[in-house]
């Protein structure tokens, strides 16, 4: 069983869009550029996290799920 986050279904359009703008406003290259900047990041320390999500002005949230789906193993 794997804990990657699933990608959406074909059928689902919000689904869809949302997914293409969370690649797009963090996009993977990007992202790990930005957590290399942050010194010793932690996705548990607070700060870390609304200091990231401010830089790429998306909700705590979705950086959450962003980050989660760039640890996944493939």
Do not use: T
């Not at 359009?13 to 963090?26: C, I």
């Not at 990041?41 to 996290?49: A, L, S």
Request: charged content about 30%; overall charge positive.
């Amino acid at each position: 069983m794997s804990n990657k986050p699933k990608e959406p279904e074909a059928n689902s359009k919000e689904a869809e869009a949302n997914y293409f703008a969370m690649h797009l406003l963090m996009p993977s290259d990007l992202l790990r550029k930005e957590i290399r900047n942050i010194k010793s990041f932690d996705m548990n320390n607070e700060r870390h996290m609304a200091d990231l999500a401010k830089r790429f002005q998306v909700s705590q949230a979705i950086l959450g799920y962003r980050l989660a789906m760039l640890q996944a193993p493939e």
